[in-house]
């Protein structure tokens, strides 16, 4: 296997809300629902930088194309980080994320290891890092 990762597909409850929290919210950009026309299609997708697309798709879908059954959300399974180049910025993020409806689950703070950051979770549970962090600089 190639260590390339090209897609981040997270299961939603209300794909509506969902799209709503990242397009509006944190501000992506994203075509909206598409694949309605399927049983189990409706998906929406957000290009990235580095060529990765984020994408979110209804847990009831996953679970039926994947052939497990659903389970409940377990928010610490699973984390994204989203990287950035200033310090300030993540308190930016943070108050957008919060604006948008996402829960702050541990407010920015400098870290043991000489960065800064704060944990926020979206509204499906899915908990992000907003991260400065010195050594591993975003190329913006």
């Known amino acids: 296997m190639k260590p390339r990762l090209t897609m981040v597909t997270l299961g939603v409850d209300d794909l509506e809300r969902a799209i709503a ?3 509006e919210g944190l501000g992506l950009k994203t075509d909206g629902i598409i694949g309605e026309e399927f049983a189990h299609g409706a998906v929406a997708f957000f290009p990235l930088n580095g060529g990765i697309t984020l994408a979110l798709w ?5 679970s039926h194309d994947s052939g497990l059954p659903e ?3 377990s928010p610490t399974d699973f984390l994204l980080a989203h990287n950035v180049s200033v310090r300030t910025e993540v308190d930016t993020v943070m108050a957008q994320a919060k604006a948008a409806g996402a829960v702050i689950v541990k407010p920015a703070h400098d870290t043991f290891w000489g960065g ?3 944990y926020f979770q979206d509204p499906d549970q899915h908990l992000w890092e ?3 962090n010195p050594g591993l600089l975003p190329a913006d």
């Open 58 to 62: 209804p847990r009831t879908s996953i």
């Open 130 to 132: 907003v991260v400065w």
């Open 21 to 23: 929290f990242y397009r």
């Open 116 to 118: 800064y950051a704060g």
């Open 71 to 73: 389970a409940p959300p």
